[in-house]
């Protein structure tokens, strides 16, 4: 299965400031997935980022607030922009592995864990 | 709208006590049903993926099992170590997957 690191690992803002989490795998995927999981809640899809094309936002979440990259088949970067503390939470990246058994399961970094101050 | 209900929220069991997490589905058209473990602070694990009713996979102490309504993540003679939050998902076509709110399973010694 893929290996997927996330950067950072943790971090600690202060509102109003902007974070860029980076995603790195380790074999080149079509799919990588950006989702949010709140305080004591499940994980929530925030958009998905293909190369070559914008990313495609789920609904309550904006370009403006959660601008994405994907540069290439192997990474992907995910902002969170002007933060405000109801932004806490854990950033996950997941990417559909084409080299795995089933070619539609998907597997998750450690995340990022993000408090706002 | 597709949902997953998963129950019960919180399980705890005596180790070696064996026991069913369930994952109630509604979706149009399911591509996949996916179960997760999640330990505190990381990511998901993949555990499962089940495609159509009446199949079943196993992992060690793990069965999940699908029928047309709901999955069942069987766990047979429990360890401390399977102790984690169980994430059951769905996914409809070649969309994004769509969570439960997962059951905190704790095994004690």
């Known amino acids: 299965s893929a290996v997927i690191s996330q950067k950072p690992s943790r971090d600690i803002c202060q509102r109003g400031t902007s974070l860029t989490i980076q995603c790195q795998v380790d074999s080149q995927v079509t799919m990588m997935f950006w989702y949010r999981q709140q305080p004591g809640q499940s994980l929530t899809l925030i958009a998905t980022a293909n190369q070559g094309s914008e990313a495609t936002y789920e609904s309550g979440f904006v370009i403006d607030k959660f601008p994405i990259s994907r540069p290439n088949l192997t990474f992907s970067t995910l902002t969170v922009s002007n933060m405000s503390p109801e932004d806490s939470s854990i950033y996950l990246c997941s990417v559909e592995d084409p080299g795995a058994s089933s070619y539609n399961e998907q597997f998750f970094g450690p995340g990022t864990r993000l408090t706002v101050l | 709208e597709d949902q997953v209900t998963q129950s019960p929220e919180a399980l705890r069991l005596q180790e070696g006590e064996s026991s069913s997490l369930n994952c109630s589905y509604t979706v149009s058209g399911l591509r996949g049903l996916f179960w997760y473990r999640q330990d505190p602070g990381k990511g998901p694990e993949f555990l499962f993926t089940?495609?159509?009713a009446g199949e079943e996979k196993e992992k060690e102490r793990l069965k999940a099992t699908l029928t047309k309504k709901e999955s069942f993540l069987h766990i047979t003679a429990p360890k401390p170590e399977d102790s984690a939050t169980y994430l059951c998902?769905?996914?409809?076509?070649?969309?994004?997957?769509?969570f439960g709110t997962g059951t905190r399973l704790l095994v004690s010694p």
């Open positions: 998902a769905v996914q409809r076509g070649f969309q994004k997957l769509v």
């Open positions: 089940l495609y159509s």
